[in-house]
T-cell receptor
Framework: EDQVTQSPEALRLQEGESSSLNCSYT??????LFWYRQDPGKGPEFLFT???AGEEKEKERLKATLTKKESFLHITAPKPEDSATYLC??????????FGPGTRLSVLP | EAQVTQNPRYLITVTGKKLTVTCSQN?????MSWYRQDPGLGLRQIYY???????DKGDVPEGYKVSRKEKRNFPLILESPSPNQTSLYFC????????????FGQGTRLTVV
């Protein structure tokens, strides 16, 4: 069964303390891997799409990378406004998106 | 403003009382989908629609119905809600199947007692 897992489930960082979130998938025929940010009480908001191993995308303090079996979302010098749940989703060729359970990030001032 | 609008945002209902959650998008998107989000389980797809009059089951379709009579609207129908359908529901749309960026609605928090 195709699966998407994320770790850790929750992460607490001090402001400025860099870290990484992991998204692992078991799938053949990957079309793309996506990262979304979700604030409490709101719908997910698109961040990045990665298509092939070795690809990297950056946006402000966030950088997403992709290998053959996992993706990392690196957060450099986070700020309290980066606190949110980060969702990873995988799309297979001809299939729909499969979302991971998310990592709940808290950045303390 | 490009958006996906869901209504209502919050709903408390009783077991067995039929309800409809509406979803409307103003971006002329072909592909729309409904998800439910439960703690620890992430977003799970209920139904999706690749265009008008074309709908199909997702991973957890039991107890739900949908229709796509117009491109902009994709209502979710619970004919006989049960407590296990208490959840946070999201509607999403894409320009077409295979497009990467999904636009999500604000969510509907449903409680069935």
């Amino acid at each position: 069964e195709d699966q998407v897992t994320q770790s850790p489930e929750a992460l607490r960082l001090q402001e400025g303390e860099s870290s990484s979130l992991n998204c692992s998938y078991t799938v053949s025929g990957l079309r793309g891997l996506f990262w979304y940010r979700q604030d409490p009480g709101k719908g997910p908001e698109f961040l990045f799409t990665l298509y092939s191993a070795g690809e990297e995308k950056e946006k402000e303090r966030l950088k997403a990378t992709l290998t053959k079996k996992e993706s990392f979302l690196h957060i450099t010098a986070p700020k309290p406004e980066d606190s949110a749940t980060y969702l990873c989703a995988v799309q297979y060729y001809g299939q729909n998106f499969v979302f991971g359970p998310g990592t709940r990030l808290s950045v303390l001032p | 403003e490009a958006q996906v609008t869901q209504n209502p945002r919050y709903l408390i209902t009783v077991t067995g009382k039929k309800l409809t959650v509406t979803c409307s998008q103003n971006m002329n998107h072909e592909y729309m989908s409904w998800y439910r989000q439960d703690p620890g389980l992430g977003l799970r797809q209920i139904y999706y629609s690749m265009n008008v009059e074309v709908t199909d089951k997702g991973d957890v379709p039991e107890g739900y119905k949908v229709s796509r009579k117009e491109k902009r609207n994709f209502p979710l129908i619970l004919e006989s809600p049960s407590p296990n359908q208490t959840s946070l529901y999201f509607c999403a749309s894409w320009p077409s199947f295979g497009d990467t960026e999904a636009f999500f609605g604000q969510g509907t928090r449903l409680t069935v007692v």
